[in-house]
């Protein structure tokens, strides 16, 4: 089945500094999903991409869909401590299939 | 005003007992899912309904069975549980399969220890 490689793994930063995370995927996603989870909760969504090239931004955060329809990137400028958690990707088909695919996370930890 | 909302929040039980969790959205969606995340923080799908009727069913055991009243709620049944079971299970919903913009949003997790 589909996998995404999602990168770093973990991220442990300085309050102020900017962040960035990257999926990769070795086929063809539609729509590409950035989700945060924090400590007992459900992933909320952050943004969601939609074509191929797409530029989004959500406050401090700004992702991308790659070109290919194989990789999309989060950044996160400017961090603060309320950043932390874990970041996911997900992929989705779309059309008959949005069944989420997702990645395996980056937990990001935020140095006040 | 709780979008998706899931019970219990925590569940613990002996191995070989039969469990449920139940899950309600209010936001009008018409699909809704059955996700596990084991202790690695890995998610995954487990099952998809859209309107009652079963959509996405992945590789799992026969013991869970997702049953769907109506189109708000989507039940999760757990028989025989095994210790392998214990993980956070979510459920979540989005708008009708068909549509372009598909967002999936969560409940807050139940998370089932089994011993």
């Known amino acids: 089945g589909q996998q995404l490689n999602q990168s770093p793994q973990s991220m442990f930063i300085q309050e102020g500094e900017d962040v960035s995370m990257n999926c990769t995927s070795s086929s063809i996603f539609n729509t590409w999903l950035w989700y945060k989870q924090e400590p007992g909760e459900g992933p909320v969504l952050l943004i969601a991409l939609y074509k191929a090239g797409e530029l989004t931004s959500n406050g401090r955060l700004t992702a991308q869909f790659g070109i290919t329809r194989k990789d999309s990137f989060l950044n996160i400028s400017a961090s603060i401590p309320s950043d932390v958690g874990i970041y996911f990707c997900?992929?989705?088909?779309?059309?008959?299939?949005?069944?989420?695919?997702f990645g395996k996370g980056t937990l990001l930890t935020v140095n006040p | 005003d709780t979008a998706v909302s899931q019970t219990p929040k925590y569940l613990v039980t002996q191995m070989g007992n039969d469990k449920s969790i139940k899950c309600e959205q209010n936001l009008g969606h018409d699909t809704m899912y059955w996700y596990k995340q084991d202790s690695k923080k890995f998610l995954k799908i487990m099952f998809s309904?859209?309107?009652?009727?079963?959509?996405i069913n992945e590789t799992v055991p026969n013991r869970f069975s997702p049953k769907s009243p109506d189109k708000a709620h989507l039940n999760l049944h757990i028989n025989s549980l095994e210790l392998g079971d214990s993980a956070v299970y979510f459920c979540?919903?989005?708008?009708?399969?068909?549509?372009?913009?598909?967002?999936?949003?969560f409940g807050p997790g139940t998370r089932l220890t089994v011993l």
């Open positions: 997900a992929g989705q088909l779309g059309g008959s299939n949005y069944k989420l695919t």
């Open positions: 309904y859209n309107n009652k009727e079963l959509i």
């Open positions: 979540a919903s989005s708008r009708d399969r068909g549509t372009e913009r598909n967002e999936q949003f």
